[in-house]
């Protein structure tokens, strides 16, 4: 069988041949270069992303005690008019933790374990770690997250 008719049985042209490394290399780098979220060197990804505040599917953080979640950090608007930012996944089993702006805390209905906005430990199960807590800014309406 000649080459071309043997690669044409394979479904592979010449420019399959050529192009097919710069693909894979776009690829890589559309996922490295995402802007949400990256790998730094300890292994522990770091995020940075705007929230528009204006848009009407994040008008939840408009009022005090608001809070949602977004690319698994939750954001929650504080009684005093600030924001706080946490990984959403308790770090006991992993269970999605909700905001409560009343009591200070991220809380988890799973097993009850509860983190001040310091990302701290403030009750059990006792062998739960600390959450992971980002930095938010303010600009007018763009609520950036960060860390
Ligand atoms: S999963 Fe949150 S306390 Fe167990």
Redesign the pocket.
């Known amino acids: 069988m000649k080459r071309d008719r043997f690669f044409s049985t394979l479904g592979i042209t010449a420019g399959t041949l050529i192009f097919a490394p710069s693909l894979a290399s776009c690829i890589k780098n559309k996922v490295v270069n995402s802007g949400d979220e990256k790998p730094n060197n300890s292994g522990n990804r770091t995020i940075d992303f705007k929230i528009d505040l204006a848009l009407s599917e994040n008008l939840q953080l408009k009022t005090e005690g608001g809070s949602l979640i977004k690319n698994g950090i939750i954001i929650g608007r504080t009684s005093d008019g600030t924001f706080v930012a946490a990984s959403s996944a308790?770090t006991?089993?992993?269970?999605t933790l909700a905001f409560e702006s009343a009591n200070k805390r991220f809380h988890?209905a799973?097993?009850?374990?509860n983190f001040g906005f310091n990302g701290s430990v403030l009750n059990i199960?006792a062998e739960?770690t600390p959450l992971k807590i980002y930095n938010t800014k303010l600009v007018g309406n763009l609520l950036r997250v960060f860390g």
């Open positions: 308790c006991h089993q992993g269970f988890c799973n097993h009850g374990a199960p739960t």
